[in-house]
């Protein structure tokens, strides 16, 4: 049997082995199992079937002076357990008639003597008696055996810690020489109410992964392995692939440490990758498109440390080298590499303030906020590259009836120094209504504004396909943005009026869907300069929305 209990600011896990025979007792009596429990926490019952009855308390009950002492239990009031002051001076006599004084020569051997069950028998080893200061008598009382023949067990100023501390020393004598009681002291035999410390025990949440084959490149594949503790104080994530030959593979291993209130991650990682850009993964313009292949790879380290349940600042503190080579096409139309080689080892902190309030429905936020600020710089550690790059993001949305909402982005973005990096617009995330990446600069501003609201809530077609839409929601939204380098201006004069310059914009409308485990969305923007409108662009896009 094992439960949750909470205490001391925190949740344990407690496990009874074997709670039929350690209650055995108590639920064969139909006594409470309340006292069982208060016995339990003071850690006075042991598990195990060499367990002797439980000390049982019963609220409130009494026991007659002249009982006999034969039964497997002897009930013992709440003020006596709840309470580690003596109780012969409180001790109250019970109809007026005297009652038998116990002898002060009591042994506490005596004390521990094992009563019979309740068919007769002695067989059953019995815990310490503890008698009821209500069925005490008064000072001077006449002595009185007990119908067993036994003297009676008990003492005027008898304490509650006395008795408890005999019980205990009664149950370790009673362990029998061979059994769960004398396996080693690292056996799982513990003392119910002992608490444990925690112990990792870790198993994989999720395996994923692929094969393939073609016969120009060869083998391919993929796989992504998570592997956690059962609290979830520490995962780790190991994703790799596989292309042909291990040259063009890559892998990345992090591991997560979260059992305190600040997280710490760890990783490493290795990437190659091939480009046909005008444009590095640092964000260095070469000027035009060229061919090149990039390996980066090196370490990081993180923490995370959380302010409230909605705010968090996070450090991280990366160290990458990449490896750059250049690559030419030849005369019969291949791409060969050349000599051409860019090597640099960066050194890459950051900060950033999350600040997160947002409740999510089925495909995207539905009210509250989300906002960051981050600052990142970067310098290489034998050579004078170097960047700064600040980015502050704002996200609102305001739950407009049951089922409409108003969502809200702000973006901007700046970096300097004499690598600055380059920001790109344009597309399905960022403005609709352009190719992707159409614009770039080292500095940013987007906005963009939408009108969520239910489209259709269950479509069923018959033929010519068989076909069920069920949970649509339609979007309305605008976009506007501009990156720009030096020199910045929004718009200008024309003939026919102000047309936007450096500002694009864009409108549309959409549609969005969860298809399983998947959220379909698609988008057609118009652009705009205020005065003419282009031709639509469709977007599609898999995720959720901003």
Not at 210 to 233: E, H, K, R
């Amino acid at each position: 049997m094992a439960m949750a209990v909470y205490g001391h600011g925190g949740w344990d896990i407690a496990a009874v082995k074997a709670p039929l025979e350690a209650f055995g007792d108590a639920i064969a009596g139909g006594k409470s199992t309340a006292s069982v429990d208060r016995a339990y926490l003071r850690g006075e019952v042991l598990s195990g079937p060499w367990m002797p009855a439980p000390c049982t308390v019963a609220a409130g009950e009494e026991t007659d002076g002249d009982e006999e002492r034969g039964n497997d239990e002897h009930v013992v009031s709440e003020e006596q357990v709840g309470s580690e002051e003596q109780v012969g001076d409180e001790a109250a006599a019970g109809d007026g008639e005297p009652e038998p004084v116990p002898d002060e020569a009591t042994s506490e051997e005596t004390a521990l003597a094992e009563p019979g069950i309740e068919d007769g028998t002695a067989d059953e080893p019995a815990p310490e008696v503890v008698q009821d200061p209500a069925t005490e008598a008064p000072d001077g009382a006449p002595e009185e055996d007990s119908p067993d023949g036994e003297e009676d067990i008990g003492d005027a100023n008898l304490t509650v810690t006395k008795a408890r501390a005999a019980y205990r020393t009664a149950l370790g004598e009673r362990r029998p020489a061979a059994g769960p009681a004398a396996a080693d002291p690292d056996d799982d035999v513990r003392r119910i109410g002992s608490v444990e410390r925690y112990r990792p025990r870790f198993s994989p949440d999720w395996i994923s992964g692929g094969l393939g084959y073609t016969s120009g490149y060869g083998f391919s594949g993929t796989a992504q392995i998570a592997v956690s503790d059962v609290l979830g104080n520490h995962r780790f994530y190991l994703a790799t692939d596989f292309f042909s030959s291990l040259e063009s593979s890559d892998f990345q291993l992090l591991y997560e440490h979260l059992a305190r209130r600040a997280n710490y991650s760890f990783g490493v990682y290795n990437y190659k990758y091939y480009y046909h850009s005008n444009h590095t993964w640092l964000g260095e313009d070469l000027g035009e498109k060229r061919y090149f292949a990039e390996r980066s790879y090196g370490a990081s380290a993180g923490v995370s440390y959380p302010f409230s349940m909605f705010s968090r600042v996070e450090l991280d503190l990366s160290v990458i080298s990449v490896d750059r080579q250049f690559a030419e096409e030849n005369e019969q139309g291949y791409i060969e590499l050349t000599d051409e080689e860019v090597t640099r080892s960066l050194f890459i902190p950051s900060i950033r303030l999350v600040n997160d309030t947002t409740l999510w429905g089925s495909i995207g936020p539905l009210s509250g906020g989300r906002s960051s600020i981050s600052l990142q710089r970067a310098w290489e550690t034998d050579g004078d590259f170097s960047y700064m790059t600040a980015i502050a993001d704002v996200r609102k949305y305001v739950r407009m009836g049951a089922r409409h909402s108003l969502a809200i982005k702000l973006v901007g973005a700046r970096s300097s120094s004499r690598d600055a990096q380059n920001f790109y617009m344009g597309g399905v995330n960022s403005l609709r209504g352009y190719e992707d990446y159409e614009f770039h600069g080292r500095n940013l501003t987007l906005a963009s504004l939408e009108f969520r609201y239910p489209f259709i809530d269950h479509l069923e077609i018959a033929s010519p396909i068989p076909l069920s839409l069920w949970g649509l929601r339609g979007v309305m939204f605008v976009d506007a943005g501009a990156v720009w380098d030096d020199e910045f201006r929004g718009s200008t004069h024309a003939s026919d009026g102000r047309r936007l310059k450096d500002i694009k914009a864009s409108y549309g409308i959409g549609a969005r869907m969860r298809l399983s485990m998947f959220i379909v969305r698609v988008d057609w923007a118009w652009p705009t300069d205020l005065q003419t409108t282009g031709n639509a662009t469709t977007h599609f896009a898999l995720g959720a929305e901003f």
